[in-house]
């Protein structure tokens, strides 16, 4: 039944749990710096893509405005004319052009509800990322310390138990 045993890869096992911990060392050390500049490659792209869409909601906003007061004006300026001409004729937009102004108010604040969604989304996508980014820290942190704690205890425990005993039968021979 012993005999089926598993053999570590070293003459002992506490030089197995010496390098087994190092190991752990260097993949707590290498793996959660390498998921750190990928998340914040990511973030940077997220915050880009916030930037253009805040970029784009500005300049619906500000064509919103155009339109609302080319409208707004128009209205005021027919009635004005209307009231104050002989003919009463005289029509600064035709109510075909009016509506068409009115569509594309109607498109502006459809793209700039999307955007702003977009926005949430990118924001929502980025808190996310930042708790990932705390949660593996975490992780990395106690892999890092049980990681020492294994190379810690495979160390001396070869020095006290092993390398001692091997040393007095050298200096014996």
């Given at each position: ?128 990322l930042v708790k990932r980014v ?10 890092y310390g049980l990681s020492t ?25």
């Amino acid at each position: 039944m012993i005999a089926n045993l598993p053999v570590p890869p070293t003459d002992n096992l506490y030089k197995f749990l010496a390098i087994a911990g190092l190991v752990g060392l260097i993949l707590s050390c290498i793996f959660p710096t390498r998921w750190l500049f990928i998340c914040e490659d990511e973030q940077n792209k997220t915050s880009e893509q916030v930037a253009v869409l805040l970029a784009e909601e500005d300049a619906a906003s500000r064509k919103i405005d155009f339109v609302s007061n080319i409208i707004s004006n128009s209205i005021l300026a027919q009635k004005d004319q209307y009231q104050h001409s002989a003919d009463k004729l005289e029509v600064t937009y035709s109510n075909d052009e009016i509506k068409a102004f009115d569509a594309e108010l109607l498109d502006l604040s459809a793209t700039l509800r999307v955007n702003r969604a977009h926005v949430k989304a990118a924001i929502e996508r980025d808190s996310t990322l930042v708790k990932r980014v705390k949660m593996m820290m975490y992780w990395a942190c106690i892999a890092y310390g049980l990681s020492t704690i294994v190379t810690t205890t495979g160390f001396v425990s070869w020095f006290f138990f092993v390398q001692i005993h091997l040393d007095r039968i050298l200096r014996n021979t």
